[in-house]
């Protein structure tokens, strides 16, 4: 039996899932999920489903602790109640993946009894992460082990409104606080929201909290029929899956655990059934979050193009998301300080789907290592705020390679320029982007590369000068600070490229969106590149100028100063659509938010965009509309 100092130290991650038995493991998830019920959580809910449940179905995946519903222990009436109807868990699923199988166990179930599916309907919403309840109108019953609950009618006899200020009797829901209220009058007295919604169900009588949170109508009974939905066909389902999740995720001011789809169909629920945890016709998406524990080998020191050093902590190989995890950022020396991570640390290893890992935090602290000198050049590091910093930045090998490295992937219209291939021009000599386009193809040769491989570096070195590029694109690639495409791109609709080397900062400073500050670092970098960007346009790069702003006609111009977004399939190619709105002085943005003007729309669209567009009272026009708008202007 597991002690009370153990199992804290369970739930703090000082003590490993790994070093559990299996015995000791299924002790922890009982009680965990014991105290879940009873409202007062000891771990998160994303670390119990991603952790402790993970780990118990990984190694005992028939074990019944899988299988059924348990009910609550404390606080509740000791009489049960049968339900109205079935309150099962909802099976869960962590990947696309795993719901197209939900999707094919659907098509198979639909075929045994000639269900047309053409004719399926499925209808999603958000999993809130509250007390699931079942009001009939008369009574308020907890979901207990599924079939029978405890009676808790009290809570709606202490104040408690139904959301929307709707009727009671809608059946299930759950009873949630809103988030909002909760961040800002809760956060600093209760760790979870559902300690405190514990509060509102249990016996004992009201607090303050909980007076004032029903008062608010911050605190509700909120019945599923009441959440916003989305409904659709399996192929509406399939190709907006996505859109649909974010949209339902983010329509509720409560604490959501995910999203439920259900198929609505009467007559292919009862078909399908359900088994002694879940109903088969139903089933629960939560983000792929995977986590691990992972014992830090060491951290070393990777330099940046600019100068920054970043801690990267080299691990015990890890599965995680389907892959092997060897490394992950510590992002900062000025965390890797706070946060105590150094060799023999036990970290908490986060994979969302196929994003980098990321270190969520760190359970065992070790000795840090913190570097005197540069890595790549032995120059001495000094501190800029939380960043350790190499300031050696003509002769530092790794800032040479990391800046040429950029200005061919910000180029992007050349291949075969990656890590190795610049390593390799590094070694024999080649320090600036401008010695790599006067090269010949005997030198490469001379350098060690193959015939073929010197003929098709040049090849693309020919087409990175003669394909025309926007001038924005080219000043980005050298990486000046705080010039980044967007303000490249805004710096040159005031003034040509020829001329910003001219520029004093307070002509920069004048533009709008460039502060002080921002203006003296360009002033700088903008010296710091001038003898290269000479060699280069010398060259021969074809730049397309950006319209500047005095130049453009905006007379009878609707769009003129306006900031539009662009979504969908389009007839036309969206890069030249984007590029005549930009003529005509129109901002061209990639995300919908209050300061948007129009929403362009083409085909297969996503609802997140267009829901976003109402919310923020955007004009939404078709692709059609907008065209003859333009046509009009004409």
């Given at each position: 039996m597991l002690s009370n100092q153990i199992i804290e130290d369970i739930a703090n991650q000082t003590f490993l899932v790994s070093n559990l038995s299996d015995a000791n493991l299924i002790e922890f998830c009982t009680i965990a999920n014991q105290c879940y019920r009873n409202g007062n959580p000891i771990i998160s809910d994303e670390n119990y489903d991603f952790i402790f449940i993970r780990e118990l179905a990984k190694r005992l995946p028939n074990h019944p602790f899988l299988k059924i519903v348990e009910e609550e222990i404390e606080g509740f009436s000791e009489e049960k109640v049968k339900l109205p109807e079935k309150m099962l868990s909802t099976d869960k699923a962590y990947s696309w993946e795993e719901i197209n199988k939900w999707?094919?166990?659907i098509t198979k179930f639909s075929l045994e009894i000639n269900h047309s599916l053409d004719g399926i309907q499925i209808k999603g919403t958000a999993k809130l992460d509250g007390f699931a309840g079942y009001d009939d109108g008369i009574s308020l019953y907890t979901r207990g082990d599924g079939n029978k609950g405890s009676d808790i009618s009290r809570v709606f006899e202490r104040g408690l409104c139904v959301f929307n200020d709707s009727k009671?009797?809608?059946?299930?829901?759950?009873?949630?606080?809103?988030?909002?209220?909760?961040?800002k009058h809760l956060g600093d007295h209760f760790e979870y929201p559902r300690n405190f919604q514990a509060s509102l169900i249990k016996e004992k009588e009201l607090d303050k909290f909980?007076?004032?949170?029903?008062?608010?109508?911050?605190?509700?009974?909120?019945?599923?029929?009441?959440?916003?939905?989305?409904l659709g066909s399996i192929d509406e389902f399939r190709s907006q899956f996505q859109d649909i999740v974010s949209e339902l995720e983010e329509g509720v001011d409560f604490d959501v655990d995910g999203v439920v789809f259900e198929i609505i169909s009467p007559e292919l629920k009862k078909h399908m059934g359900s088994n002694r945890k879940f109903h088969r016709w139903q089933i629960a998406f939560k983000e792929n979050k995977e986590k691990a524990q992972v014992r830090v080998v060491s951290v070393t020191a990777q330099v940046g193009?600019?100068?920054?050093?970043?801690?990267?902590?080299?691990?015990?190989?890890?599965?995680?998301?389907?892959?092997?995890?060897?490394?992950?950022?510590?992002?900062?020396?000025?965390?890797?300080?706070?946060?105590?991570?150094?060799?023999?640390?036990i970290i908490e290893l986060t994979r969302s789907?196929?994003?980098?890992?990321?270190?969520?935090?760190?359970?065992?602290?070790?000795?840090?290592?913190?570097?005197n000198n540069c890595p790549s050049c032995g120059y001495k590091l000094s501190w800029d705020s939380d960043f350790l910093m190499c300031f050696n930045h003509e002769e530092c090998p790794e800032q040479i390679m990391g800046?040429?490295?950029?200005?061919?992937?910000?180029l992007a219209n050349n291949d075969g320029f990656g890590n190795a291939t610049i390593q390799k021009l590094y070694v024999a000599g080649l320090h600036q982007v401008s010695d790599i386009y006067l090269l010949s193809k005997a030198e490469l040769i001379s350098m060690g590369f193959g015939e073929k491989t010197s003929q098709n570096l040049i090849d693309q070195l020919t087409r990175s000068r003669q394909e025309s590029i926007?001038?924005?694109?080219?000043?980005?690639?050298?990486?000046?600070?705080r010039l980044g495409m967007g303000n490249c791109e805004n710096l040159l609709k005031s003034y040509s490229i020829d001329h910003i080397f001219n520029l004093s900062v307070e002509d920069i400073s004048n533009i709008n969106g460039f502060a002080e500050l921002t203006a003296e670092l360009i002033f700088d970098g903008l010296l710091s590149i001038k003898a290269q960007y000479e060699i280069l346009i010398l060259g021969g790069f074809k730049l397309e100028q950006t319209l500047l702003s005095a130049n453009i006609n905006i007379s009878n111009n609707l769009f003129n100063n306006k900031k539009i977004v662009f979504t969908g399939a389009m007839s036309e190619s969206r890069i030249e659509l984007e590029k005549q709105a930009k003529s005509l002085g129109v901002l061209v943005g990639k995300s919908v938010s209050s300061k948007t003007d129009f929403l362009i729309v083409g085909e297969n669209v996503g609802q997140s965009k267009i829901k976003a567009a109402k919310s923020h009272d955007v004009e939404i026009l078709t692709e059609a509309e907008y065209l003859k708008k333009l046509n009009s202007m004409k």
């Amino acid at each position: 039996m597991l002690s009370n100092q153990i199992i804290e130290d369970i739930a703090n991650q000082t003590f490993l899932v790994s070093n559990l038995s299996d015995a000791n493991l299924i002790e922890f998830c009982t009680i965990a999920n014991q105290c879940y019920r009873n409202g007062n959580p000891i771990i998160s809910d994303e670390n119990y489903d991603f952790i402790f449940i993970r780990e118990l179905a990984k190694r005992l995946p028939n074990h019944p602790f899988l299988k059924i519903v348990e009910e609550e222990i404390e606080g509740f009436s000791e009489e049960k109640v049968k339900l109205p109807e079935k309150m099962l868990s909802t099976d869960k699923a962590y990947s696309w993946e795993e719901i197209n199988k939900w999707l094919e166990r659907i098509t198979k179930f639909s075929l045994e009894i000639n269900h047309s599916l053409d004719g399926i309907q499925i209808k999603g919403t958000a999993k809130l992460d509250g007390f699931a309840g079942y009001d009939d109108g008369i009574s308020l019953y907890t979901r207990g082990d599924g079939n029978k609950g405890s009676d808790i009618s009290r809570v709606f006899e202490r104040g408690l409104c139904v959301f929307n200020d709707s009727k009671r009797g809608q059946g299930p829901g759950e009873i949630v606080v809103k988030r909002s209220y909760f961040e800002k009058h809760l956060g600093d007295h209760f760790e979870y929201p559902r300690n405190f919604q514990a509060s509102l169900i249990k016996e004992k009588e009201l607090d303050k909290f909980a007076i004032d949170a029903i008062s608010a109508k911050a605190a509700l009974f909120v019945p599923f029929t009441q959440l916003p939905l989305w409904l659709g066909s399996i192929d509406e389902f399939r190709s907006q899956f996505q859109d649909i999740v974010s949209e339902l995720e983010e329509g509720v001011d409560f604490d959501v655990d995910g999203v439920v789809f259900e198929i609505i169909s009467p007559e292919l629920k009862k078909h399908m059934g359900s088994n002694r945890k879940f109903h088969r016709w139903q089933i629960a998406f939560k983000e792929n979050k995977e986590k691990a524990q992972v014992r830090v080998v060491s951290v070393t020191a990777q330099v940046g193009r600019t100068g920054k050093i970043t801690p990267v902590a080299e691990l015990e190989p890890t599965q995680l998301s389907g892959a092997t995890i060897y490394r992950a950022t510590g992002h900062h020396y000025g965390l890797v300080k706070e946060q105590g991570l150094g060799a023999g640390s036990i970290i908490e290893l986060t994979r969302s789907g196929l994003v980098i890992p990321k270190i969520n935090k760190v359970l065992k602290t070790a000795e840090v290592d913190i570097p005197n000198n540069c890595p790549s050049c032995g120059y001495k590091l000094s501190w800029d705020s939380d960043f350790l910093m190499c300031f050696n930045h003509e002769e530092c090998p790794e800032q040479i390679m990391g800046k040429i490295i950029y200005f061919f992937r910000i180029l992007a219209n050349n291949d075969g320029f990656g890590n190795a291939t610049i390593q390799k021009l590094y070694v024999a000599g080649l320090h600036q982007v401008s010695d790599i386009y006067l090269l010949s193809k005997a030198e490469l040769i001379s350098m060690g590369f193959g015939e073929k491989t010197s003929q098709n570096l040049i090849d693309q070195l020919t087409r990175s000068r003669q394909e025309s590029i926007e001038d924005w694109r080219f000043l980005a690639a050298f990486g000046v600070q705080r010039l980044g495409m967007g303000n490249c791109e805004n710096l040159l609709k005031s003034y040509s490229i020829d001329h910003i080397f001219n520029l004093s900062v307070e002509d920069i400073s004048n533009i709008n969106g460039f502060a002080e500050l921002t203006a003296e670092l360009i002033f700088d970098g903008l010296l710091s590149i001038k003898a290269q960007y000479e060699i280069l346009i010398l060259g021969g790069f074809k730049l397309e100028q950006t319209l500047l702003s005095a130049n453009i006609n905006i007379s009878n111009n609707l769009f003129n100063n306006k900031k539009i977004v662009f979504t969908g399939a389009m007839s036309e190619s969206r890069i030249e659509l984007e590029k005549q709105a930009k003529s005509l002085g129109v901002l061209v943005g990639k995300s919908v938010s209050s300061k948007t003007d129009f929403l362009i729309v083409g085909e297969n669209v996503g609802q997140s965009k267009i829901k976003a567009a109402k919310s923020h009272d955007v004009e939404i026009l078709t692709e059609a509309e907008y065209l003859k708008k333009l046509n009009s202007m004409k």
